[in-house]
Protein backbone atom coordinates (compact mmCIF):
# COMPACT_ATOMS: atom_id res chain seq x y z
CA UNK A 1 0.00 0.00 0.00
CA UNK A 2 1.71 3.15 -1.18
CA UNK A 3 1.76 6.19 1.31
CA UNK A 4 0.67 9.51 0.69
CA UNK A 5 2.72 10.81 -2.84
CA UNK A 6 3.73 14.37 -3.71
CA UNK A 7 5.23 15.67 -6.53
CA UNK A 8 7.00 17.46 -7.52
CA UNK A 9 9.49 16.99 -4.51
CA UNK A 10 11.38 20.17 -5.22
CA UNK A 11 9.98 23.19 -7.31
CA UNK A 12 11.75 26.11 -8.00
CA UNK A 13 10.12 29.38 -9.32
CA UNK A 14 10.60 32.74 -10.54
CA UNK A 15 8.57 35.72 -9.05
CA UNK A 16 5.36 36.07 -10.48
CA UNK A 17 5.45 32.44 -12.03
CA UNK A 18 2.57 29.69 -10.89
CA UNK A 19 3.28 26.94 -8.25
CA UNK A 20 1.25 23.99 -8.53
CA UNK A 21 2.00 21.24 -6.14
CA UNK A 22 0.17 17.82 -5.92
CA UNK A 23 -0.56 15.46 -3.39
CA UNK A 24 -2.05 11.62 -4.15
CA UNK A 25 -3.07 10.34 -0.67
CA UNK A 26 -2.87 6.96 0.55
CA UNK A 27 -5.22 4.13 -1.32
CA UNK A 28 -8.54 4.34 0.58
CA UNK A 29 -7.98 7.84 1.78
CA UNK A 30 -10.59 10.93 0.97
CA UNK A 31 -9.52 13.48 3.36
CA UNK A 32 -6.58 15.87 2.32
CA UNK A 33 -4.80 18.54 4.53
CA UNK A 34 -2.29 20.79 3.57
CA UNK A 35 0.36 22.38 5.57
CA UNK A 36 3.06 24.97 5.09
CA UNK A 37 7.07 24.89 6.98
CA UNK A 38 8.82 27.76 6.75
CA UNK A 39 12.36 27.02 8.12
CA UNK A 40 12.62 26.60 11.99
CA UNK A 41 9.21 27.11 11.96
CA UNK A 42 6.73 24.65 12.68
CA UNK A 43 3.94 23.17 10.17
CA UNK A 44 1.02 25.76 9.66
CA UNK A 45 -2.30 24.36 8.93
CA UNK A 46 -3.88 25.55 5.42
CA UNK A 47 -6.75 23.70 4.12
CA UNK A 48 -8.73 20.41 4.56
CA UNK A 49 -10.34 18.52 1.31
CA UNK A 50 -12.53 15.63 0.65
CA UNK A 51 -12.95 14.25 -2.96
CA UNK A 52 -14.88 17.60 -4.47
CA UNK A 53 -15.48 19.63 -1.17
CA UNK A 54 -13.07 22.07 0.65
CA UNK A 55 -13.70 21.43 3.88
CA UNK A 56 -12.43 24.35 5.69
CA UNK A 57 -9.93 26.62 4.62
CA UNK A 58 -9.03 29.08 7.95
CA UNK A 59 -5.19 28.76 7.22
CA UNK A 60 -5.40 29.75 3.51
CA UNK A 61 -3.91 32.74 2.55
CA UNK A 62 -6.95 35.24 1.00
CA UNK A 63 -4.86 35.69 -2.29
CA UNK A 64 -3.21 33.85 -4.94
CA UNK A 65 -3.29 30.15 -2.88
CA UNK A 66 -5.97 27.53 -3.88
CA UNK A 67 -6.58 24.26 -3.11
CA UNK A 68 -8.95 21.63 -4.99
CA UNK A 69 -9.45 17.75 -4.58
CA UNK A 70 -11.38 16.66 -7.83
CA UNK A 71 -13.21 13.32 -8.11
CA UNK A 72 -10.52 11.94 -10.33
CA UNK A 73 -6.87 12.84 -9.78
CA UNK A 74 -4.84 14.35 -7.19
CA UNK A 75 -4.97 17.44 -4.77
CA UNK A 76 -3.58 20.80 -6.22
CA UNK A 77 -2.46 23.20 -3.71
CA UNK A 78 -1.92 25.93 -6.35
CA UNK A 79 -0.19 29.44 -5.54
CA UNK A 80 -0.31 32.32 -8.26
CA UNK A 81 2.19 35.33 -8.59
CA UNK A 82 4.75 33.54 -6.69
CA UNK A 83 6.64 35.72 -3.90
CA UNK A 84 10.03 34.72 -2.27
CA UNK A 85 8.21 34.64 0.81
CA UNK A 86 6.15 31.58 -0.25
CA UNK A 87 9.90 29.47 -0.44
CA UNK A 88 9.15 26.49 2.19
CA UNK A 89 8.15 22.81 2.53
CA UNK A 90 4.22 21.93 1.56
CA UNK A 91 3.23 18.84 3.10
CA UNK A 92 0.28 17.33 2.50
CA UNK A 93 -1.39 14.41 4.72
CA UNK A 94 -3.91 12.40 4.38
CA UNK A 95 -7.00 10.32 6.53
CA UNK A 96 -9.57 7.92 5.47
CA UNK A 97 -12.26 9.46 7.49
CA UNK A 98 -13.96 13.02 8.40
CA UNK A 99 -12.47 13.01 11.91
CA UNK A 100 -15.40 14.19 14.19
CA UNK A 101 -15.73 14.94 17.99
CA UNK A 102 -13.44 13.08 19.96
CA UNK A 103 -11.53 11.22 16.93
CA UNK A 104 -7.94 9.73 17.31
CA UNK A 105 -7.55 9.61 13.41
CA UNK A 106 -4.41 9.39 12.68
CA UNK A 107 -3.04 11.87 9.59
CA UNK A 108 -0.42 10.13 7.35
CA UNK A 109 2.12 12.88 6.03
CA UNK A 110 3.79 12.85 2.65
CA UNK A 111 7.37 13.93 1.70
CA UNK A 112 6.68 17.26 1.24
CA UNK A 113 7.70 19.75 -1.41
CA UNK A 114 9.94 21.88 -1.23
CA UNK A 115 9.43 25.32 -3.40
CA UNK A 116 12.36 27.75 -3.61
CA UNK A 117 11.19 31.44 -5.36
CA UNK A 118 14.07 32.97 -6.75
CA UNK B 1 -0.46 32.89 24.06
CA UNK B 2 0.43 30.63 21.34
CA UNK B 3 -1.88 28.13 20.61
CA UNK B 4 0.70 25.20 21.46
CA UNK B 5 3.86 25.83 22.97
CA UNK B 6 7.16 23.98 23.59
CA UNK B 7 10.60 24.53 24.40
CA UNK B 8 12.52 24.60 21.51
CA UNK B 9 15.94 23.23 22.82
CA UNK B 10 17.85 21.61 21.67
CA UNK B 11 17.89 19.06 24.70
CA UNK B 12 22.01 17.63 24.09
CA UNK B 13 21.70 14.10 25.98
CA UNK B 14 24.02 10.82 26.13
CA UNK B 15 23.04 7.62 25.05
CA UNK B 16 21.13 5.73 27.83
CA UNK B 17 19.90 8.77 29.11
CA UNK B 18 16.29 9.83 30.47
CA UNK B 19 15.11 13.01 28.65
CA UNK B 20 11.08 14.75 28.70
CA UNK B 21 9.60 17.24 26.67
CA UNK B 22 6.57 18.94 27.87
CA UNK B 23 3.65 20.40 25.72
CA UNK B 24 1.18 23.29 26.99
CA UNK B 25 -2.11 24.00 24.73
CA UNK B 26 -4.36 27.39 25.53
CA UNK B 27 -7.70 26.42 24.47
CA UNK B 28 -9.67 23.61 27.16
CA UNK B 29 -11.59 22.13 24.84
CA UNK B 30 -9.07 20.81 23.04
CA UNK B 31 -9.47 17.07 22.31
CA UNK B 32 -6.99 14.71 20.73
CA UNK B 33 -3.48 15.32 21.74
CA UNK B 34 -0.48 13.37 19.38
CA UNK B 35 3.34 13.37 19.18
CA UNK B 36 4.95 13.70 15.83
CA UNK B 37 8.52 12.74 15.49
CA UNK B 38 10.55 14.77 12.21
CA UNK B 39 14.06 14.08 10.97
CA UNK B 40 15.72 16.69 9.26
CA UNK B 41 13.95 17.55 5.70
CA UNK B 42 11.86 14.67 6.44
CA UNK B 43 7.77 14.49 7.04
CA UNK B 44 6.38 14.10 10.51
CA UNK B 45 5.33 10.64 11.27
CA UNK B 46 3.01 9.84 14.10
CA UNK B 47 5.00 8.74 17.40
CA UNK B 48 2.15 8.26 19.43
CA UNK B 49 -1.26 9.82 20.40
CA UNK B 50 -1.94 10.81 23.40
CA UNK B 51 -4.86 9.34 25.55
CA UNK B 52 -6.20 10.20 29.09
CA UNK B 53 -4.86 7.99 30.64
CA UNK B 54 -1.74 8.09 29.68
CA UNK B 55 0.16 5.14 27.14
CA UNK B 56 3.14 3.90 26.73
CA UNK B 57 5.12 2.13 23.56
CA UNK B 58 8.50 0.61 24.62
CA UNK B 59 10.38 3.47 25.60
CA UNK B 60 8.30 6.24 25.27
CA UNK B 61 5.59 7.14 27.39
CA UNK B 62 2.91 10.22 26.94
CA UNK B 63 1.12 11.79 29.64
CA UNK B 64 -2.09 13.97 29.69
CA UNK B 65 -2.89 16.31 32.02
CA UNK B 66 -6.12 18.40 31.26
CA UNK B 67 -6.32 20.30 34.12
CA UNK B 68 -3.20 22.11 33.65
CA UNK B 69 -3.52 22.07 30.02
CA UNK B 70 -0.27 19.91 29.15
CA UNK B 71 0.66 17.03 27.91
CA UNK B 72 4.31 15.41 28.28
CA UNK B 73 6.45 12.77 26.42
CA UNK B 74 9.29 10.70 28.19
CA UNK B 75 12.17 9.15 26.37
CA UNK B 76 13.56 6.39 28.34
CA UNK B 77 17.26 4.49 27.66
CA UNK B 78 17.87 7.43 24.72
CA UNK B 79 19.24 6.07 21.50
CA UNK B 80 20.98 7.75 18.78
CA UNK B 81 18.50 7.58 16.56
CA UNK B 82 15.98 9.05 18.46
CA UNK B 83 17.96 12.11 17.51
CA UNK B 84 15.30 14.24 16.04
CA UNK B 85 12.83 16.96 16.68
CA UNK B 86 9.10 16.38 18.37
CA UNK B 87 6.36 18.00 17.60
CA UNK B 88 3.41 18.11 19.78
CA UNK B 89 0.17 18.17 18.33
CA UNK B 90 -3.48 19.12 19.69
CA UNK B 91 -6.72 19.43 17.57
CA UNK B 92 -9.96 20.53 18.25
CA UNK B 93 -12.85 18.91 16.59
CA UNK B 94 -16.31 20.11 16.18
CA UNK B 95 -18.53 21.19 13.41
CA UNK B 96 -17.40 18.26 11.19
CA UNK B 97 -13.88 19.63 11.25
CA UNK B 98 -10.90 18.65 12.82
CA UNK B 99 -8.17 20.89 12.88
CA UNK B 100 -4.57 19.96 14.39
CA UNK B 101 -2.06 22.55 15.67
CA UNK B 102 1.30 21.82 15.75
CA UNK B 103 3.89 22.77 18.05
CA UNK B 104 7.28 24.02 16.30
CA UNK B 105 8.64 21.19 18.21
CA UNK B 106 11.59 20.44 20.48
CA UNK B 107 14.95 19.44 19.35
CA UNK B 108 16.56 16.42 20.68
CA UNK B 109 20.22 15.42 19.86
CA UNK B 110 21.62 12.26 21.62
CA UNK B 111 25.43 11.97 21.66
CA UNK B 112 27.33 8.92 22.40
Known amino acids: NAGVMQNPRHLVRRRGQEARLRCSPM?????VYWYRQLPEEGLKFMVY????????ESGMPKERFSAEFPKEGPSILRIQQVVRGDSAAYFC????????????????FGPGTRLLVL | RKEVEQDPGPFNVPEGATVAFNCTYS??????FFWYRQDCRKEPKLLMS???SGNEDGRFTAQLNRASQYISLLIRDSKLSDSATYLC?????????????FGRGTSLIVHP
Open chain 1, 93 to 108: ASSPLLIRDGDQETQY
Open chain 1, 27 to 31: KGHSH
Open chain 2, 89 to 101: VVSLAGGGSYIPT
Open chain 2, 50 to 52: VYS
Open chain 2, 27 to 32: NSASQS
Open chain 1, 49 to 56: LQKENIID
